[in-house]
Nanobody
Framework: QVHVVESGGGLAQPGGSLRLSCVASTASFNSYTMAWYRQGPGKQRQRVAE???????TYTDSVKGRFTISRDNAKNTVYLQMNNLKPEDTAVYYCSAQGNIFTYWGQGTQVIVSS
C-alpha cells in the first residue's frame, strides 16, 4: 500500500501562481510514474500532467506553457508548478502514483482561481 498526500492548494487570483506538492510513501518512488489529475465542478476527472520514472513529461493541451511537473526522488515528492492561473483551472487536484499493477491516489487538494 502506497500512501499519497497532496498539499499546496488554495485561492489564487487570475494570472497568479500556486505550487502543489505530492508525497508518496514508497521505497521505490523512483520507479513510479506520477501524475496530476483534476476534477472541476460538474466535470469528469482529467489528467493534467504526468512524469515518468525517466522524467519524461506530458501535459494536457490546456495547461501547456503554464504548468510544469517535476519530481524529487530523494524526497519522494512530485510537484506541479502552476503559473498564469485561469478561473477554468479551478478544481480539486489529485496526485496518482502508478505502479506496475496498482495506481494509488491521494485525497485531493482544492484550487480556486478567482478575483
Amino acid at each position: 500500500q502506497v500512501h499519497v498526500v497532496e498539499s499546496g492548494g488554495g485561492l489564487a487570483q487570475p494570472g497568479g501562481s500556486l505550487r502543489l506538492s505530492c508525497v508518496a510513501s514508497t521505497a521505490s518512488f523512483n520507479s513510479y510514474t506520477m501524475a496530476w489529475y483534476r476534477q472541476g465542478p460538474g466535470k469528469q476527472r482529467q489528467r493534467v500532467a504526468e512524469i515518468t520514472s525517466l522524467s519524461t513529461t506530458t501535459y494536457t493541451d490546456s495547461v501547456k506553457g503554464r504548468f510544469t511537473i517535476s519530481r524529487d526522488n530523494a524526497k519522494n515528492t512530485v510537484y506541479l508548478q502552476m503559473n498564469n492561473l485561469k478561473p477554468e483551472d479551478t478544481a480539486v487536484y489529485y496526485c496518482s502514483a502508478q505502479g506496475n499493477i496498482f495506481t494509488y491516489w491521494g485525497q485531493g487538494t482544492q484550487v480556486i482561481v478567482s478575483s
